[in-house]
C-alpha cells in the first residue's frame, strides 16, 4: 500500500465500508449546502447579482462586506440628518 493513502482506495467505491460511504456522502451534502449559500449571498450583493460568471468565494465575501458597510453609512447618515433636523433645526430650550 502506498504511502498517504487510503488502505481501500483501489478497491472503489461499491467495496468501501458503509460507515466510509455515509463519511463521504455527508461531506458532499456539507459541500452542497455550503456552495447554494455562497451562491444566495452572490444574489443580494447588488454588484453581482446578474452575473453570470463564476465568482470565487473571496470576491463574494468582499462584496458583501462593501455592501454591509456601504449600508451602513447611508443609515448613519439618515440618523444624522434625522438628529439635525430634530434637534438642531429647532430652537433647544435648556432648563438651568
Known amino acids: 500500500m502506498a504511502v498517504g493513502r487510503h488502505k481501500y482506495a483501489k478497491r472503489g467505491k461499491s467495496r468501501l465500508p458503509e460507515r466510509f460511504q455515509l463519511k463521504n456522502e455527508r461531506e458532499r451534502q456539507r459541500i452542497r449546502l455550503v456552495n447554494q449559500a455562497y451562491h444566495q449571498l452572490r444574489d443580494r450583493v447588488p454588484i453581482y447579482r446578474n452575473t453570470v460568471k ?8 468582499e462584496g458583501a462586506i462593501a455592501y454591509i458597510l456601504s449600508l451602513y453609512m447611508q443609515l448613519n447618515l439618515i440618523n444624522a440628518m434625522n438628529f439635525k433636523e430634530t434637534f438642531l433645526g429647532k430652537k433647544l430650550k435648556l432648563k438651568r
Open 54 to 61: 463564476r465568482i470565487s468565494k473571496l470576491r463574494i465575501l
